[in-house]
């Protein structure tokens, strides 16, 4: 046991590593979707959000009683500011709350007959240091709502959501609130007037019902046709809960995760599990004249094999376990709960557990046991004389290279580790393939800080021509948008939802539409960065939206902008690319064409708008604050990336050690033999440190194709709102390749001094 130590603890680690990356990864996505079921279950989630300019109570009544609606209700949305630093929070006004509960966290439960009052989302109330009793005040067309804060609470509509300003969220800029219908007709009331005596027409002249919010389990052709037949073409837009900004980035971080959950401790198993099969065997083997001995002295052969696949199941048992109960609470609870608990926002994060954790470690332990069995098993049905003698070596015979023209002229340490590597395929491909994985892992981990930094450069220095943006309120007019964008200097353009279908019949689609002036401030690149200029009747389709759809240059697309009741038939003109606004851009002309009606809400200027202050305003944005924005962001995932690229360096570490020690072991007698006749210390060192330099080198160069395919799936992965074009510099395979060289050399510098324990006399002994 002893002799084999260093083998059996890296096996166990090994064990413990897979083990430890996969229930870490998975037992956060469990978590993860738990937590979130309940939270979706217990705010009643709406399925579906029928927009519009004003819904009225018939058209709810008819809508309710369509076959399929479970429950329906208005909710009216406006955008506000904090009047102490200008933070946007979203309010929402209703008089019902039967769908899309808030959740309540600390205070009184929302109640929307409440006559005062406002309920404020939990994280922007901590960001802020406000606490129950408060009193807030919000800035909304030119009117002050002030009120006490009853609750706190959270919606799952906010899973994810950050402020324009902000490249990541920062709950201290950005909020959304609720308020009772009472309450809030109180503040925005003409002096005088009651409220108790209007009718529900006067009250929607000042506050319209502009969504409703639906629960039902029918698919979206079936909804589209009942809110059609309730409400005709008087709505804007219907929204499934997928396609919910905050729940949709949300659901692509959880589907990236899963994918992480395979794919990374996929090449660590495999990786450990090629190692445990080449240890199990040598070590087995190493023990022939123990299992002859005891052959020997009677003992049977099924208390040997179980006697050696003991070992294997022990420690891989040992490694395994460890793996499970470190797993889910470090890498699942402390370190990705405390990452994603910065991103989004869950009632709370917790870890889970899956029956493919049993499949796993079962894989792991089975491996090891089996590996023991059959290299036990193939020992001892042979005689007990031949087991006693030490294994005989394989027939010499000339390998590949000695054909070589010019095989004479190499040293003789060249020429000595060129026979064993012919000699021992088996082992120096598992090898091979274990230090091939780990520079895969290095490889895509640096590719991501690539990936990431060429996307900073791609936005900021392709696309986005201006240095300043301004977003305008909800619901300014067109004439005082341009004398904004005027005063400015600026481009004017619009961001909004679009309905898009494949067909004429088909089902329809909402995504993002891009409307331009065409001023070259928001520029249209392809993905080698080649910039465009649409024309008027032109249509730009993303990639991203593209792929996921089905759609290619030139192929036809119908969409109908928001206002409009017809359907447009036009051709694809350009798929642009852009990394985080996937859908339609079009010409102003071409979308007003098209029936849609327009209403600028950002404007791009180049001039230095620090102080820049107007009514109709919601936010100033300058260019240096997304840099700094994007940087800080980053910073979190480069915590990530750098955890990945240690746990592949100490795979790399422990691969490249324990094939050291195997071939030290297995080859002690030869070392000695060449101690005998004259060669030095200086001389074993160098053939040892050549034959290790020389497997990280085949290693790492069989991973290097494989690092960008495994970064694309990566970013693959990351669902419908983001497209990257991923990146790995020349400069990032050289430096990986030299991390891969140093680790190898790290472990030549522990194995020089092990040449200086060479026992020549007993080395060169045949038997005890």
């Known amino acids: 046991m002893r002799k084999n130590l260093i083998p059996f603890v890296s096996l166990m680690i090994l064990a413990m590593v897979a083990m430890a990356g996969f229930t870490g990864l998975s037992s956060s996505n469990i978590g993860m979707e738990k937590v979130r079921a309940k939270y979706h279950k217990d705010t009643v989630l709406a399925d579906y959000w029928v927009y519009g300019k004003s819904f009225n109570k018939e058209q709810l009544e008819k809508l309710t009683n369509s076959k399929g609606v479970e429950k329906a209700q208005f909710r009216t949305q406006v955008e506000t500011l904090s009047t102490d630093k200008d933070y946007p929070i979203t309010l929402f006004i209703e008089d019902e709350n039967k769908v899309s509960k808030p959740l309540n966290i600390k205070g009184a439960k929302f109640d929307p007959k409440s006559e005062d009052g406002i309920w404020i989302n939990s994280r922007y109330a901590e960001a802020n240091k406000i606490k129950i009793g408060d009193e807030v005040t919000l800035r909304y067309n030119g009117f ?66 502009s969504q409703i919010l639906i629960k039902s389990n029918e698919s979206r052709r079936n909804i589209e046709k009942s809110v059609i037949d309730a409400i005709g073409s008087d709505y804007m837009a219907i929204l499934e809960q997928k396609d919910q900004g905050g729940i949709q980035n949300f659901t692509d971080e959880i589907e990236q995760h899963k994918v992480f959950a395979v794919l990374f401790p996929m090449i660590f198993l495999l990786t450990a599990i090629m190692v445990m099969v080449t240890t199990m065997s040598r070590v087995v083997m190493e023990q022939r004249v123990q299992i002859g001995t005891m052959k020997a002295l009677g003992v049977k052969r099924k208390k040997i094999i179980r006697h050696y696949m003991f070992f294997g199941f022990f420690l891989s048992a040992i490694g395994t376990v460890i793996g499970a109960l470190l797993g889910p609470k470090i890498i699942g609870e402390k370190f990705l709960g405390l990452i994603l608990s910065m991103q989004y926002t869950l009632p709370s994060w917790i870890t889970g557990y899956s029956i493919s954790f049993a499949f796993v470690a079962i894989l792991i332990i089975g491996t090891c046991t089996a590996t023991a069995y059959l290299s036990t098993k193939k020992i001892i049905k042979l005689n007990t004389r031949d087991i006693l003698y030490p294994r005989a070596p394989k027939t010499v015979r000339k390998c590949v290279f000695e054909y070589l023209p010019f095989w004479n002229k190499f040293s003789f340490a060249t020429r000595y580790n060129l026979r064993n590597f012919s000699r021992n395929k088996g082992r120096n491909l598992m090898v091979a393939i274990g230090i091939a994985g780990s520079m895969v892992l290095v490889l895509a981990s640096v590719g991501c800080m690539d990936t990431l930094a060429y996307m900073k450069e791609c936005n900021f220095s392709h696309i986005q021509n201006f240095k300043y943006e301004i977003r305008l309120s909800n619901g300014i007019d067109e004439e005082e948008a341009e004398k904004i964008a005027k005063d400015v200097s600026g481009d004017l353009l619009m961001l909004d939802k679009i309905q898009v279908k494949k067909k004429e019949d088909g089902v329809s689609k909402n995504t993002n539409v891009t409307v331009l002036n065409n001023k070259d401030k928001y520029r249209l690149i392809d993905v080698n960065l080649k910039e465009y200029s649409l024309k008027e009747g032109d249509i730009a389709v993303s990639r991203r939206f593209a792929d996921q759809h089905g759609f290619k240059n030139g192929d036809t697309i119908y969409w109908k902008g928001i206002g409009s009741d017809k359907w447009i038939k036009s051709k694809i003109s350009l798929i642009n690319w852009n990394m985080s606004n996937q859908g339609l851009t079009i010409l102003k002309p071409t979308y007003i064409d098209g029936g849609g009606v327009y209403h600028g809400n950002v404007c791009l200027s180049d001039k230095n708008l620090k102080n820049y202050k107007n009514d109709n305003v919601s936010a100033v944005i300058s260019r240096n604050s997304r840099l700094d924005a994007w940087d800080n962001g980053v910073e979190i995932y480069e915590l990530i990336i750098l955890s990945f690229i240690v746990m592949a360096l100490i795979i790399m570490l422990i691969v490249i050690y324990n094939s050291a020690v195997l071939a030290f072991n297995e080859r002690n007698k030869e070392f000695a033999t060449l101690k005998v006749l004259g060669i030095k210390k200086r001389g074993l060192r160098k053939i040892m440190i050549s034959q290790n330099i020389w497997m990280t080198v085949v290693g790492g160069l069989l991973g290097i194709p494989l690092g960008k395919p495994v970064l694309n799936q990566m970013f693959v992965s990351n669902g419908g709102g983001q497209d990257f074009l991923t990146k790995i510099y020349l400069k990032s395979y050289f430096i990986s390749f030299i991390a891969v060289l140093i680790v190898s050399l790290i472990v030549n510098y522990i194995f020089t001094k092990k040449m200086k324990k060479i026992d020549m006399v007993e080395s060169m002994k045949a038997n005890e």
């Open 144 to 209: 002050k709502i002030r009120e006490k804060v009853k609750g706190l609470m959270m919606m799952p509509e906010f899973e994810y959501y950050k402020a324009n300003k902000d490249s990541d969220p920062d709950f201290k800029d950005i909020g959304y609130a609720y308020i009772g219908k009472k309450a809030f007709l109180r503040t925005i009331l003409p002096y005088g007037m009651d409220q108790n005596f209007l009718t529900e027409e006067q009250v929607e002249t000042f506050l319209p019902n």
